[in-house]
């Protein structure tokens, strides 16, 4: 690398607006066209979790999740956002339908001939368990709504960090057309800790960050075509590819629809052998879908 | 680490009550099983995920959705939905005794939470197709093994037995993960109807379409089986009577009681959805 070029990226790194240290609600007004940025259900309305205050839990008036509706490129849009912060961005049964709700009426426009661009910033452990069966059931209801809108638009995920998807939502990750993820962010169906404390420390030592994210990582997960595309922290790259994203259409085939390839794949893979990131890399060589 | 190792064996008692086979499928997993039979009268598809202790993925030998459960469940319903297209969409009877989602290194490495969501994108497309997708939960219905084999259903049946269940995640994990006992735990479900585990509790989500008591789940003689059959061809005619999406869980009388801010939330979404 020359030395301008050099210094030029350093200026790049410097200007670059972190995703990561956004909350929800910046990160779903970073997404959208300037100045096209309307919450649904804000903090006013109110929704709160009815069964946290059971517990002794103070509810948040958003319940986590922050819906808004924009544009992209002058189309209309809708972004839900997950707060991390808030009980680990955990799907309970309000911010659980506020997602669900959203996905439902834009597929109701879909139907009506009046395309809503649907964008999920997910950020979440999953289920909340203090909410347990009614947020595992409006998960499924999640699914349920992204499997029929992705016959009529894309539906594109994004996974910045730190958090991560897991649970539950990995799945509604792995439902969406395009996946965008962050070198930082991580995908995987079971949390490090739950894998440790269910299959044992031999198992996972969940405490080792190298080794968890060589497993479900960002760049492992694109290295080997579980996602679309791999970013830096930033911002800017983040709105450009969600875009980008959309411009592509809807895929050949969805990734949760290539069945006869991943039963080829596992099929390959020797239970009884060692295997790690950079050895799965090898074997699928990061064939990415259409 | 995990003490839950009983093998339960609901879902093959199941399938080969409602269809006299085993539904073993040649070149697949013995895991996943896949029986068509007689429904009332017209043929339907029952699929059962079972337990098998040499399983060549060792985290998936009792019970749990694994790599190759997901995707075998996700090609053997799209195989019906290939078949029906221009004909009969056939019912779909998924029997549902999963005790978990595999829980391994290799298995988050190779995707499970993919090969979970293929086989939900599949049920959820036969649904969308026409296919009348019943779940019939005859043992644990839990986490993500369920999002995967059931939950996708037009309509959701389960026998009134205390061994069937329905949660996020086992008690003991759900007990430290949340720092409380699992007495503890018990008993705020006692109190918190969405935190219980048993079937009875869940019924009070309204979620259920119906709550089939007095059946034998680990032995069923003819009468049970025959109790069973009535209620699944009535949940078929019941779908068929109705739209291809979930909206049935939030009408019942108990939903609109315990359901009522996912109720609400859909309401004023709805209102605020366009500009005024």
Redesign the interface.
Same mark, same amino acid.
């Given at each position: 690398m020359s030395a301008v070029a050099a210094v030029r990226n350093h200026r790049q790194f410097l200007g670059r607006t972190s995703f990561i240290e956004m909350g929800a609600r910046e990160r779903a007004r970073s997404i959208l066209d300037e100045g096209s940025f309307r919450e649904l259900l804000g903090p006013f309305d109110r929704l709160k979790s009815p069964w946290l205050p059971l517990q002794g839990i103070v509810a948040q008036a958003d319940d986590g999740v922050v819906l808004a509706r924009g544009t992209l490129d002058g189309k209309p849009a809708l972004v839900a956002a997950i707060e991390s912060i808030y009980q680990g961005g955990s799907m309970g049964e309000v911010s659980g339908a506020k997602i669900a709700g959203a996905l439902e009426l834009a597929l109701r426009d879909c139907e009506q001939g009046k395309p809503v661009l649907p964008v999920l910033l997910l950020e979440t452990g999953g289920v909340r368990l203090q909410e347990a069966n009614l947020g595992l059931a409006v998960i499924a209801e999640i699914h349920a709504a992204i499997v029929a809108l992705r016959r009529h638009v894309p539906v594109i995920g994004v996974i910045s960090g730190m958090v991560g998807c897991f649970g539950g939502m990995s799945l509604a990750a792995a439902l969406c057309s395009r996946l965008i993820l962050t070198r930082q962010a991580r995908l995987g169906m079971n949390g490090p800790e739950v894998i440790e404390q269910e299959a044992g420390i031999a198992e996972l030592d969940a405490s080792d960050r190298a080794l968890v994210w060589s497993l479900i990582g960002g760049e492992q997960r694109h290295a080997v075509g579980l996602v679309d595309d791999l970013l830096e922290d930033d911002a800017v790259a983040i709105a450009a590819s969600v875009r980008a994203a959309f411009a592509q259409g809807l895929p050949r085939q969805e990734r949760s629809a290539q069945v006869e390839l991943y039963l080829e794949r596992l099929a390959a893979i020797d239970p009884q052998q060692p295997l790690d990131g950079p050895a799965l890399r090898a074997i699928w060589h990061g064939a990415a879908q259409s | 680490?995990?003490t839950q190792t009983e093998v339960s064996a609901r879902g093959i008692t199941w399938l080969r009550a409602l269809t006299a086979q085993d539904g073993v499928i040649q070149g697949a997993p013995a895991t996943v099983r896949v029986a068509e039979a007689a429904l009332g009268d017209e043929p339907a598809s029952f699929i059962a995920v079972v337990p098998d202790p040499h399983n060549?993925?060792?985290?998936a030998r009792n019970g749990e959705v694994g790599?190759?459960e997901g995707?075998?469940l996700?090609?053997q319903v799209?195989k019906i939905i290939a078949a029906g297209k221009d004909g009969v969409r056939r019912p779909i009877i998924a029997l549902v005794d999963v005790s978990?989602?595999a829980?391994?290194?290799?298995?988050?490495? &190779?995707?499970?939470?993919?090969?979970? *969501?293929?086989a939900? @994108? *599949?049920y959820?497309?036969a649904?969308?197709a026409g296919h009348p997708v019943i779940a019939l939960l005859v043992g644990k219905a839990m986490?993500?093994a369920?999002?995967?084999h059931g939950?996708?259903a037009n309509r959701l049946l389960a026998l009134d037995s205390p061994e069937v269940m329905?949660?996020?995640?086992?008690k003991q994990? *759900?007990a430290?993960?949340?720092r409380r006992s699992v007495a503890d735990l018990e008993k &705020?479900g006692e109190?918190?109807?969405?935190?219980?585990y048993d079937i009875r509790a869940?019924a009070k &989500?309204g979620?259920l379409h119906q709550l089939i008591e007095g059946v034998d789940a680990d032995a069923p003689g003819a009468a049970d089986v025959q109790r069973v059959r009535e209620a699944l061809l009535a949940a078929i005619a019941d779908t068929r009577a109705g739209p291809s @999406?979930?909206s049935s869980?939030l009408s019942s009388p108990a939903a609109h009681a315990?359901? *009522?801010?996912?109720i609400?939330?859909?309401r004023?979404?709805?209102e605020?959805?366009d500009?005024a």
């Open positions: - | 680490m995990s060549r993925f060792p985290r790599l190759e995707w075998t996700a090609r799209r978990s989602q829980y391994g290194r290799r298995e988050e490495l &190779l995707g499970v939470h993919l090969a979970c *969501a293929a939900a @994108d *599949a959820a497309s649904r969308l986490s993500g369920f999002l995967a939950y996708q329905v949660h996020a995640m086992g994990a *759900a430290r993960v949340t &705020l109190r918190i109807a969405p935190m219980a869940y &989500l979620l @999406d979930l869980r315990t359901r *009522a801010a996912s609400e939330v859909r004023r979404l709805a605020q959805w500009v």
